[in-house]
């Protein structure tokens, strides 16, 4: 059986261009051309994917974005606009979508996150046993964290974030190096893993990551690699 795909996308050529290339890849799309009936779509279907403009009549992207996650849809979501600035792209993420691409996008860039998003790996995963839970206290430059009385000082000023957040990033920083994929991440710190919940690791990714990053989208400490996440160890090793 085909996995479906929901499209919101008022441009008809781009929308057609999109449904060309996706259907090739063996999808059944499923198109809306304003916010409202995509909303309405998203919410009474189910869908493996939805791409989603932001600029879109009647209902915008992003507040369609936030409606879904809120109202508990987990269905993986990508954003695709013409929006270029850096705070759209933060915007998005934050409000739960997977992914953005910026048009004009390429197809391929198109196709691979597609596939990535619907097939983002099996839904159960093996841990290692030797990983590294507490490490104490680690500093160097401006970073500052205490795992044990859980305090986090950057540049001087103490730093507040949930337990979520706060387990994420100490347990990147005891594993310095070490990727760690959101099927893990889940497992380790949500105690499951179900594909469908994936993207709470990436929005917690960039809460951390507006917590302690200079700049939110050039990260130094948390990077991306090879589909998960690592604590740069790069950085790590230059200590006070």
């Not at 594909?195 to 200079?214: A, H, L, Q």
Request: proline share 2%; net charge neutral; hydrophobic share 40%.
């Amino acid at each position: 059986m085909k996995k479906k795909v929901l499209l919101v996308e008022d441009n008809i050529e781009i929308s057609d261009l999109i449904v060309l290339h996706i259907e090739n890849d063996g999808f059944q799309i499923d198109k809306a051309l304003d916010g409202e009936i995509g909303l309405s779509k998203a919410q009474n279907n189910q869908y493996s994917l939805i791409i989603l403009d932001l600029s879109l009549p009647k209902v915008g992207g992003l507040e369609i974005c936030k409606s879904l996650r809120e109202g508990g849809n987990l269905t993986p979501i990508l954003i695709l606009s013409a929006w270029s600035e850096d705070s759209d792209k933060v915007n998005g993420l934050l409000v739960g979508a997977d992914a953005y691409l910026t048009k004009p996008f390429s197809l391929k860039s198109l196709t691979e996150n597609v596939q990535h998003l619907i097939d983002g790996g099996s839904q159960t995963t093996t841990i290692e046993k030797s990983l590294d839970l507490t490490c104490k206290v680690i500093a160097f430059k401006n970073f500052t964290i205490d795992t044990e009385r859980k305090i986090i000082i950057i540049n001087g000023k103490h730093v507040t974030m949930d337990s979520k957040a706060y387990n994420l990033l100490n347990l990147l920083v005891c594993n310095q190096g070490k990727i760690f994929t959101r099927s893990e991440i889940l497992q380790l710190i949500w105690g499951f893993d179900l594909r469908t919940y994936r993207y709470k690791v990436t929005s917690c990714i960039n809460r951390i990551r507006r917590k302690i990053e200079p700049d939110f989208l050039k990260p130094i400490y948390i990077l991306s690699d090879e589909g998960g996440f690592k604590f740069n160890e790069k950085i790590l090793s230059m200590q006070n």
